[in-house]
């Protein structure tokens, strides 16, 4: 794969503040409004008129309402429709199930769905839900030549993947998002696996702990072989997470070397905006109380920092020193059994954070 030669994407976002009528004329009025809105100002447009337009539409009702609200802006201006006529190829209206062979230098892209009156949004997206959703998509998309403007009332952050095992939901949400933010979108395409677990008791207990005073965790999130433990799912933006959590868990085991686990991996995920916290096992043996109190601190400042690049930042400790004695009310959470082993986490925790330092220190 090669970079594009332009230095501006060729494929833009408008959002439009619409509403999906699910239950009547399953439509999106103001999108197809939007949409026949920007027909006329490129065919009006000297310079825009030399590149032809092609619609594509989620749904076949959608389309039929964009194909209506042009009939109606031709029959109130004539301009319109004798421009219309004059272009080499003609305008075409089509659904996500009839474009296949058809091409535009121009591709206006109409959602539809999105909000409904009350606000909600159904993870139902018509032909996508469907095997070979993601196809359709891709054909959908891939019409243009030159530009795909895509008109949407909802945005990526918006679709649930969790709550859908549809690769065309999935695919339309990683596109919605590039769309709107451009290559930077690229280097954060996440995987998540609303069945994956944890791999650890560690990591179990940790997830229980932020269950039971509410939050929502997924586990492994990420792409190819590297994957954050578990994630705090954002409420108010249920396709985002608030924050990310390494344990010294699997993951962490099977970094090569204490350098990868502690600096690199983070330094990467920090750059692009990642917000992260990492726990200690031992700390969390002696008090999970304590760590989870950590946690929560973490995920309030993360709200606080939606919107700012600054990252909620753990650093390994210098010095780990580990009490003699284990309060009796230590683990409301955690199974006594687990305590047998933690004379070997000690050693662990120790060994690596002395070549941890040692790697530091060597390496400026």
């Known amino acids: 794969m090669f970079p594009s030669p332009q230095s501006t994407t060729a494929v833009n976002f408008t959002l439009v ?42 749904s076949l009702s959608q389309q039929a309402l964009i194909e209506d609200l042009l009939d109606e802006a031709k029959g109130k201006d004539p301009e319109l429709e004798a421009l219309s006529e004059r272009v080499e190829e003609p305008l ?25 009156r009350a606000g909600k949004i ?10 070979g959703g993601e196809r359709r998509l891709n054909v959908a998309i891939t019409r243009a030549r030159w530009e795909v403007m895509v008109f949407s009332s909802l945005t990526a ?8 095992r549809a690769a065309g939901v999935r695919d339309l949400k990683y596109f919605l998002d590039y769309a709107e933010r451009g290559t930077a979108a690229l280097s954060e395409v996440a995987t998540v696996d609303p069945d ?37 799912v954002d409420p108010e933006k249920p396709g985002s997470y608030l924050l990310g959590i390494e344990c010294d868990g ?32 031992t700390d969390w043996w002696y008090s999970p109380k304590q760590e989870l109190e950590k946690i929560e601190k973490a995920i309030e400042r993360a709200k606080r920092e939606r919107s700012s690049p600054t ?22 959470i955690i199974d006594r059994g687990a305590l047998a082993t933690l004379e070997a986490y000690e050693v662990y925790a120790r060994h690596t954070c002395t070549t941890t330092r040692a790697i530091r220190s060597s390496t400026g």
Not at 92 to 116: A, H, M, T, W
Not at 205 to 216: F, I, M, N, P, W
Not at 250 to 265: G, P, Q
């Open 17 to 58: 503040p619409g509403v999906y009528d699910a239950g009547s004329s399953r439509t999106n009025r103001k999108e197809a409004e939007a949409v026949m809105k920007e027909i006329a100002r490129r065919l009006k447009d000297p310079e825009a008129s030399k590149y032809s337009i092609g619609v594509v539409t989620f």
């Open 92 to 116: 075409f209206i089509k659904n996500l199930e009839s474009v296949q062979g058809d091409e535009r230098d121009v591709i206006l892209f109409s959602v539809c769905y999105g909000p409904d």
């Open 122 to 131: 159904s993870m139902n997206f018509g032909p996508l839900n469907k095997a």
């Open 157 to 164: 952050d918006k679709i649930n993947l969790p709550r859908t």
């Open 196 to 232: 994956a677990g944890t791999e650890s008791y560690f990591e179990e207990e940790v997830s229980k702990a932020l269950r039971s005073v509410g939050h929502e965790v997924h586990h492994q999130i990420g792409c190819s072989g590297y994957r954050i433990d578990m994630a705090i």
């Open 250 to 281: 699997a993951s962490y085991h099977r970094s090569r070397t204490a350098r990868d686990r502690d600096e690199l991996r983070q330094s990467v995920l920090e750059g692009l905006g990642r917000k992260l916290h990492r726990i200690w096992s």
């Open 311 to 332: 990252i909620a930042q753990t650093e390994v400790p210098a010095k780990m020193e580990l009490p003699h004695e284990v309060e009796e009310d230590a683990f409301p």
